[in-house]
């Protein structure tokens, strides 16, 4: 058994704060995204960290959540078996909390932990509604993380926007910490949700040191989670590294592999996909009318799935060894 729960994620984050590395945590959508960061994973001797949006669940169960997490979470579950390093799975910005009360109600080892997005909230709220899953969870007596935002990060996650950053004040973070008893706290920094350019983003690397010492200096340490990472510079993160930053969210990134990688195999065999000039188009009929026909060594979903799935090892393999977590499986 590789799929674990949230105590043995807490040994990772607990590894992760005390050797200072981060832990790449990875949307996926569909399954050759997921078998690809696993793939990935292993080759680079480091566990892994799946993410499950609200949306991505939909679409996974065909607009109910529900039957898609249950879909996604079994799949990386049996998949999961096939590798010796640890995989865990975190449900990413979650803001129903009826959606979150049947995710701690599954009888399931997952989800291993679960991100709940109060942050669009004044204080006072999102402190409540952080306090209220992270009881849920302790009346459940379950083992799942609870992972909590404080500031907001600019752009687009699944269905959140922000159109400003507002940086985490590290008193306010020290207080919510205390008052929510959340294992986990994402901050806002200056990075930005989508498509964003390192050398552009206004990161203030001062914040995540100021939060981290705060709440070191409080009894409170605990792992800090960057989101909206795609477009950062490798030096900004391994700067960031440095002050409690122990999850790293990848989720653009992926996106754009995956459609980059498809796109460029398809266009490389076009001639084998496409009717030649003067071949009529006949798509319906299977151009039965014409000598022309599609090669299925190229049009078959699983070629170009394997494509993508190699791609997002590769892509995994090497943000692992940026963000450090490369070598560093507690299961191998």
Same mark, same amino acid.
């Given at each position: 058994? +590789?799929?674990?729960?949230?105590?043995?994620? @807490?040994?990772?984050?607990?590894?992760?704060? @005390?050797?200072?590395?981060?832990?790449v945590?990875?949307?996926?959508?569909?399954?050759n995204?997921?078998?690809?960061?696993?793939?990935?994973?292993?080759?680079?001797?480091?566990?892994l960290l799946?993410?499950l949006s609200?949306?991505?669940?939909?679409?996974?169960g065909n607009?109910?959540?529900?039957?898609?997490l249950?879909?996604?979470? +079994?799949?990386? !579950?049996?998949?999961?078996?096939q590798?010796?390093?640890?995989v865990?799975?975190?449900m990413?910005?979650?803001?129903?909390?009826?959606?979150?009360? +049947?995710?701690?109600g599954?009888?399931?080892?997952?989800?291993?932990?679960?991100?709940?997005?109060?942050?669009h909230e004044?204080?006072?709220?999102?402190? @409540?509604?952080?306090?209220?899953?992270? !009881?849920?969870?302790?009346?459940?007596?379950t083992?799942?993380?609870?992972?909590? !935002?404080?500031?907001?990060?600019k752009?687009?996650?699944?269905e959140?926007?922000?159109?400003e950053?507002?940086?985490?004040?590290?008193?306010?973070?020290? !207080?919510?910490?205390?008052? +929510?008893?959340c294992?986990?706290?994402?901050?806002?920094?200056?990075?930005?949700?989508?498509? @964003?350019?390192?050398?552009?983003?206004?990161?203030?690397?001062?914040?995540?040191?100021?939060v981290?010492?705060?709440?070191?200096?409080?009894g409170?340490?605990?792992?800090?989670?960057?989101?909206?990472?795609?477009?950062?510079?490798?030096?900004?993160?391994?700067?960031?590294?440095?002050y409690?930053?122990?999850?790293?969210?990848k989720d653009t990134?992926?996106?754009?592999?995956?459609?980059?990688?498809?796109?460029?195999?398809?266009?490389?065999?076009?001639?084998?996909?496409?009717? $030649?000039e003067?071949?009529?188009?006949?798509?319906?009929?299977?151009?039965?009318e014409?000598?022309?026909?599609?090669?299925?060594?190229?049009?078959? $979903?699983? &070629?170009?799935g394997?494509?993508?799935r190699?791609r997002?090892?590769?892509?995994?393999g090497?943000?692992?060894?940026?963000?450090?977590c490369?070598?560093e499986?507690?299961? &191998?």
């Open positions: 058994m +590789t799929f674990y729960g949230g105590d043995e994620l @807490a040994k990772v984050y607990d590894d992760a704060l @005390a050797e200072g590395f981060g832990l945590a990875s949307n996926v959508a569909e399954p995204v997921l078998v690809g960061l696993m793939e990935g994973a292993a080759r680079v001797d480091s566990d799946l993410q609200s949306g991505a669940c939909s679409f996974a607009g109910d959540p529900v039957a898609g249950q879909a996604m979470g +079994t799949y990386a !579950e049996l998949v999961a078996d590798y010796d390093v640890g865990f799975l975190n990413d910005h979650q803001t129903d909390l009826e959606f979150v009360r +049947t995710q701690v599954l009888d399931r080892r997952f989800p291993s932990s679960i991100m709940i997005d109060a942050s004044p204080f006072e709220e999102n402190v @409540a509604t952080t306090r209220e899953v992270v !009881e849920m969870v302790a009346e459940a007596e083992d799942i993380l609870v992972e909590a !935002e404080l500031g907001r990060i752009g687009v996650e699944d959140i926007v922000a159109d950053a507002f940086y985490t004040d590290p008193e306010e973070a020290v !207080e919510f910490v205390d008052r +929510t008893g294992d986990l706290l994402a901050i806002s920094v200056g990075t930005q949700h989508g498509v @964003a350019k390192g050398k552009d983003l206004e990161l203030r690397p001062d914040i995540a040191r100021d981290h010492e705060a709440l070191e200096d409080h409170l340490s605990i792992p800090l989670v960057l989101h909206g990472s795609s477009g950062i510079l490798p030096e900004q993160l391994q700067e960031l590294l440095q409690g930053i122990c999850k790293v969210n990134h992926y996106q754009y592999e995956y459609t980059r990688t498809a796109f460029d195999y398809f266009r490389e065999h076009e001639a084998d996909l496409l009717p $030649p003067g071949v009529a188009d006949d798509r319906d009929d299977f151009f039965n014409s000598a022309w026909a599609p090669n299925k060594d190229h049009f078959d $979903p699983r &070629v170009s394997r494509a993508i190699e997002i090892a590769e892509v995994y090497g943000l692992a060894e940026v963000a450090g490369a070598g499986s507690r299961y &191998v």
